[in-house]
């Protein structure tokens, strides 16, 4: 029996089988799971999750930074209608303010409480009596009402990784009280930034037959609903970080230098190709500035993108448009041996990302919307000797806390450009100035500060 439980739609690592039909395990992508790995084997607690292939799922391990694994298994149809469909068509385009538009079918709907009770129900029998469960993110939003209904023993955390709407944008969900009953199972609930927190509370205030009182803080719990059942749930701002640990080695940024053939200003990007992080916009914003001859010379850009929810049409599209930009970006400016767009389709290892962070001039980061994104704040970590420049999405939670960086508007190709100028003219000193206090910031607010400040008022009520 576990006393701390994470409860997420993935688990850490992926299950993969080899030409001999052996599993192989390789890390899976993103951000939550970059965040909650070293809470969780810090804890030795157990992490209930989806290994990421259809077939059974394997028995619970043990890892060895010596996390539990148990592996939740979801059928074919569980995969197309739940995480496809009710997940990532449905949910995380409103939820990213309708960047592309949602779409709702009721038998998506049904497949999302079907998996969320077998969640659910994995969670009630792994718990000790009392234990601390923790549920992530968009994916399981009816878990904590669930967990709650079979277990009311446990202490139930809920943490949303994404941005939570403006009301008359969630208002649209049919299944919007629903949606809030689940969540408000929890003793408490978290968001990444105060503005997130307060757009649910209004949300509840308005959809439901809960009281609302007090106002939201930042790593703090002082604003509650009071629920008709006569519970109180904890609602506030907590803004996920990074372990910076493996980001403050020494890299010699020589060797990443002579690969990309020593040239003189390095711009990156590193995303999960997913159109909420804009990086077709920011290949136009590098498009435009080539063509009024405004790119200093000896520049590359590279783009470093993970594959991500390739079956769904949105991403598909997105994943065309970005390689016609590079391929037409390259034909036109770039030259035999030397191209002005680097562009990898593929996950890299930690090691690799250190050198390419520590390395790039420039790292643009201009999501439409985005929760928190890890990838500013790793970085910044990798910069404490104040070298390189930050452009920074506004629309992106970091740029609360990264408020130094190079702020542009991503709706707005000018403004990319403007920004990115700006990096690459602004002086060595005033970009140091920028860095250094950015990453004083990454440091000193770690992902252990956002785990023990969110699990501090969990278990203190
Ligand atoms: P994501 O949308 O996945 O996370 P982000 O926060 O930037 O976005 O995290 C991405 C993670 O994946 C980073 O740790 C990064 O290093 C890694 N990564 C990206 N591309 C990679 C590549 N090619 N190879 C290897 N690793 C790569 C969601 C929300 C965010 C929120 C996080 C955490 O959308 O807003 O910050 O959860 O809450």
Known sequence: ?????????????????????APVWTPSPGGLVAALTPVLAQHHGCWIGWPGTTTEAPEPFRTESGILLNPVSLSQSDYEEFYEGFANATLWPLYHDLIVTPRYHRNWWDAYQRVNQKFAETAAQVAAPNATVWVQDYQLQLVPGMLRELRPDLTI?????IPFPAPDLFRQLPWREEILTGVLGADMVG??????????????????????????????ITAHVHTSDDRQVGIGAFPIAIDPTPFLVDIDKTEV???????????????????????LQRLQALEELHKAGMMPPRTVFLQIATPSRERIDHYRRTRNMVEQAVGR????????????????HQSFDRERLVKLYATADIMLVTPFKDGMNLVA????????DGSGALV???FAGAAEELSEAFLCNPFDVESIKQQLLAALLASPAEKQARMLRMHEQVISHDVNVWATAFLRCLTLG
């Open 1 to 21: 029996m576990n006393d701390f439980v994470v409860v997420a739609n993935r688990l850490p690592v992926d299950l993969h089988y080899d030409d001999n039909g």
């Open 157 to 161: 955390g809920f943490f949303l990784h």
């Open 191 to 220: 968001f990444h930034l105060a503005s997130n927190a307060r757009n649910f509370l209004h949300v509840v205030a308005h959809y439901s037959e809960h009281d609302v009182s007090g106002t939201v803080s930042v790593r703090d």
């Open 257 to 279: 230098r002579a690969e990309l053939g020593n040239l003189d200003q390095i711009i990156l990007g590193v995303d999960r190709l997913d159109y909420t992080k804009g990086i």
């Open 329 to 344: 970006i390259n034909g036109r400016f770039g030259s035999l041996g030397s191209q002005v767009v680097l562009y990898q």
């Open 377 to 384: 704040k790793e970085y910044v970590a990798c910069h404490g």
């Open 392 to 394: 920074l999405s506004e």
